[in-house]
């Protein structure tokens, strides 16, 4: 088939043309959005599931829906790295951009106290990022948010961003991605300032994404953030949700699947958005004409799992070790062993003994894949894959 009018867009965060199976999650936060904007108290938002599930595509979703009713609003990624302070003032400059204001003198304000949280960092290289500045021409307000004290600076900067959002009549929304890999510090003023605009009423929501693991992070730092966010997992969809992902694109060009050509894709995918546009390019692209057979999607899928192989999986098995590639790969046998499916969890302890070794001389390994994402741990004592089908791609490495 014509592989210029192909659909199909399996890239990282890149909109699916069919956004299937999340209607529920779009509904809910226009509500979120009328709420807030009639000055109703309504708690921040936190989207979780493992990788490939479409979290970024929906958390860009959400930040649409918010322009659209005219808020201001800024994205950022969090990493393991880098402290919160500079993507989010980057993120805040921009969301006041878009609010405007009729004072001057009031943005000129809100963007000094931004600048002043941006370049107030504690630690032995203070001074010298102290220099950077998130390209704010406004000069930084002394004496607020740059105690530096993150939870304190937090507090007040999202307080005089809020206060100017409610100025105007709007609201500011805060998306971050990869929320998980936000420092501990960052996390708990991260809670404590959602706490405070919460109680105050201030018109300001945070929009997070991350891992399954994510709200075990946020309640280790506040007891109370299990009362404070929304929490709405992310998984894959379920059949007739995938199928439309499928089939309404394919409709758009004219073209369409049998239906044993959908179950065999619904097979093949698992039901994860990722996998169902990778697969649909592949047999797209494959596949000699419409309508699109089963045997046509048996044809393709050998060269989609070789594309998976290198550009989803592969490039994360890269990233790790020959002892962290040990583990992994003894979890993914460990898995088939107790009959869990490929995202299920596994005990540590199991892992060890396929290893031969004690738990204890596996924490370094089990500790560097956490951190790389490569694995999460729900609960304690047991460890499970962040990305769909990992351990079966792992077993077909030998």
């Not at 958390?59 to 990624?77: D, F, H, I, P, Y």
Request: aromatic content about 6%.
């Amino acid at each position: 088939m014509d592989p210029i009018r192909n659909p199909y867009a399996p890239g990282a965060g890149q909109r699916p043309p069919e956004l299937a199976g999340r209607n529920e999650q779009l509904g809910q936060f226009d509500v979120v959005l009328e709420r807030v904007a009639r000055g109703r108290p309504e708690r921040s938002l936190v989207l979780t599931g493992l990788r490939g599930v479409g979290k970024t595509v929906l958390l860009n979703t959400l930040r649409s829906a918010a322009v659209r009713k005219g808020w201001g609003t800024g994205k950022m990624e969090a990493r393991p790295d880098q402290s919160l302070r500079r993507p989010l003032s980057s993120a805040l400059h921009q969301a006041v951009r878009e609010l405007g204001h009729p004072s001057a003198d009031d943005v000129d304000h809100v963007l000094g106290v931004i600048r002043s949280f941006a370049q107030r960092e504690a630690g032995p290289n203070a001074k010298l990022r102290e220099q950077w500045s998130p390209g704010i021409e406004a000069p930084a307000v002394r004496g607020r948010a740059d105690s530096g004290d993150i939870e304190i600076d937090l507090v007040e900067l999202l307080t005089d961003v809020g206060g100017l959002a409610a100025d105007v009549g709007k609201g500011v929304g805060v998306f971050i991605d990869e929320m998980q890999d936000l420092g501990p510090d960052d996390v708990s003023a991260m809670c404590a300032a959602c706490h405070e605009i919460s109680q105050s009423g201030l018109p300001v929501i945070v929009v997070g994404a991350g891992l399954p693991h994510l709200p075990a992070v946020l309640s280790a730092s506040k007891s109370y953030s299990e009362r404070l966010f929304s929490y709405q997992r992310i998984d894959r969809l379920e059949r007739e949700a995938a199928d439309r992902a499928l089939a309404a694109p394919a409709g758009e060009e004219e073209a369409e699947f049998e239906p044993a050509a959908l179950e065999e894709m619904y097979a093949a995918t698992g039901g994860y958005p990722y996998f169902i546009q990778a697969y649909g390019k592949t047999v797209w692209d494959q596949a000699p004409r419409s309508p699109i057979t089963a045997e046509d999607v048996k044809v393709a899928a050998p060269e989609a799992e070789r594309e998976l192989a290198v550009g989803f999986f592969g490039s994360r098995y890269e990233r790790a070790t020959p002892a962290e590639r040990d583990y992994l790969r003894a979890m993914a046998d460990a898995a088939v062993e107790l009959g869990a499916d490929d995202i299920g969890t596994v005990a540590t302890a199991d892992v060890a003994a396929f290893l031969n070794k004690k738990p204890q001389s596996l924490s370094p390994a089990r500790d560097a894949l956490m951190k790389k994402g490569l694995i999460y741990s729900g609960e304690r004592g047991r460890i499970a894959f962040t990305v769909p089908h990992f351990g079966r791609y792992l077993r077909q490495q030998g």
